[in-house]
């Protein structure tokens, strides 16, 4: 480890994407690492400044290990469509390397409640990404439980959590108070930071409390209906400006499910956000395990600015 007990070397597969900038972003911003971005050969995609780019054929196990030697922390991020195996080879390629730990593709839902692990389509991939970790011997991963990204799925539109914001119109799943714990993708950063700005052991606390553990992290707590009235803030609207309709969760989840199976892409990002709803549900987490935001000094985050950047997103798709 690097002077001090610290993690100094971190390297990061996914480094340009969607939630893998916010870390290599966030990383950098504290100044006390070095970050490496392991990117395919020939990729084009634009980096954070100071971030060092390491170029590898993902499917040649031995450059892998040898572009992740040396390196105390993999954060790996992959679309939900790159191919399974990806994940796999790069676990192993980091575990050959000697790399101590590895934070795996994970970034959702309780991956300890084991009836939303059955139902919601990812956690229980998830999970079996964070444990495959530990089959080959050399690394322990650290999987954090973040919840959906607000500002991504606020602006992802109906089949998401519900909202046509262009259109004025919702669609409440039950009677749209279930509270469910959500991240922004800034806050996933700030929290990898946090973490590794930490002790690696010998502390408390300390990275390795979270050793082989889940890494409950979240912006706030909120439910549907309280995204509306975050909206209504925003902009200046009110209910009555608005089309509000309502669907029981389970028949929603269902009717996603049927949609799955006539092969409708859509109907998978029904059921999986419907699910989280459920108001048995696994989905506040914050209330069911607790968050390490204190621990690690990360804030809680106000909902009308994250909105606000949601409204963004989609302005800027127009």
């Not at 409640?113 to 079996?128: F, I, Q, V």
């Not at 706030?220 to 209910?239: P, Y």
């Not at 499910?257 to 956000?273: D, H, I, Q, S």
């Not at 108001?279 to 069911?288: L, T």
Request: glycine share 10%; aromatic share 8%.
């Amino acid at each position: 480890m690097a002077q001090g007990n610290y993690i100094e070397r971190v390297a990061i597969v996914g480094a340009g994407g969607h939630i893998g900038k916010h870390f290599t972003e966030q990383l950098l911003k504290t100044g006390k690492h070095i970050v490496t971005a392991i990117t395919r050969i020939g990729s084009t995609s634009s980096l954070p400044e100071g971030a060092k780019r390491v170029e590898v054929n993902y499917d040649d196990l031995q450059a892998l290990a040898a572009a992740l030697r040396g390196q105390e922390f993999l954060i790996i991020t992959l679309s939900l469509t790159a191919p399974p195996e990806s994940h796999t080879k790069i676990a192993k390629a980091a575990s050959e390397a000697g790399v101590p730990y590895i934070m795996p593709n994970c970034y959702g839902s309780d991956i300890q409640n084991e009836t939303l692990r059955k139902e919601d389509l990812y956690s229980d991939g998830a999970l079996k990404r964070c444990l495959e970790v530990g089959q080959y011997g050399n690394a322990a991963y650290i999987g954090m439980v973040c919840g959906f990204w607000y500002e991504w799925s606020l602006a992802l539109g109906a089949n998401g959590f519900g909202f046509d914001i262009k259109n004025k119109s919702v669609t409440f799943i039950d009677d749209g108070n279930t509270k469910i714990t959500v991240s922004t993708s800034l806050q996933c950063g700030r929290a990898v930071a946090a973490l590794l700005s930490l002790p690696e052991s010998g502390a408390e606390p300390a990275v390795s409390h979270w050793k082989n553990k889940p890494f409950y992290i979240g912006s706030f707590t909120i439910s549907q209906r309280d995204m509306l009235d975050s909206i209504h803030r925003v902009t200046g609207s009110t209910d009555a400006d608005w089309t509000i309709s309502y669907e029981p969760s389970k028949q929603r989840y269902q009717d996603g499910l049927a949609e799955m199976a006539k092969g409708e892409r859509m109907g998978f990002v029904k059921a999986l956000y419907t699910r989280i709803f459920f108001q048995d549900g696994g989905g506040n987490f914050e209330a069911n395990r607790g968050l390490a935001n204190d621990t690690i000094g990360l804030r809680k985050e106000d909902i009308d600015e994250a909105t606000k950047r949601a409204i963004e997103l989609i302005s800027a798709r127009v």
